[in-house]
């Protein structure tokens, strides 16, 4: 016998049609198909295990993709050490402004205005540096 809601519609409708329902399992049924087996029968213990695999997945991605970004402007070594060499305090940085932008819009404007700030002090940085070794040599603008 089928159970809930849509069942009960499936039935209701086939048996106004003058016919019956079709078995559960057949073509045409509205049974689910089969799932797959879990590694565990209760329920929580099955999103722990996937929260874990997904977030060591995405760890592991998310660090070729960063050595990966940096191998191409600052070299293998480099690369090697920027992200390997990252200490508990920038871990904790990096974690808690992820976390504060996934959780509102308003979260996303506030990393997102950071990170802007940040990007034009670097340049803002870097062009004083090259203005100051240009006049340090004697060339003029």
Do not use: C
Not at 33 to 62: E, F, H, M, Q
Not at 72 to 87: P, Q, T
């Amino acid at each position: 016998m089928a159970r809930g809601r849509r069942a009960s519609r499936t039935q209701g409708a086939a048996a106004s049609a003058g016919g019956t329902a079709p078995e559960p399992g057949t073509p045409g049924s509205a049974a689910p198909p089969a799932r797959l087996p879990l590694p565990s029968p209760v329920a929580s213990t099955n999103i722990v295990i996937a929260d874990i695999v997904l977030r060591a997945a995405g760890g592991l991605l998310r660090e070729r993709m960063e050595k990966g970004l940096l191998v191409r402007s600052h070299g293998r070594s480099k690369a090697h050490r920027l992200i390997e060499g990252r200490g508990l305090t920038t871990s904790l940085a990096l974690w808690g402004a992820s976390h504060l932008a996934r959780r509102s819009p308003l979260g996303l404007a506030l990393v997102a205005g950071g990170l802007a700030a940040k990007v034009f002090y670097d340049r803002g940085k870097r062009l004083e540096a090259e203005r100051k070794a240009r006049n340090a040599t004697g060339t003029r603008d």
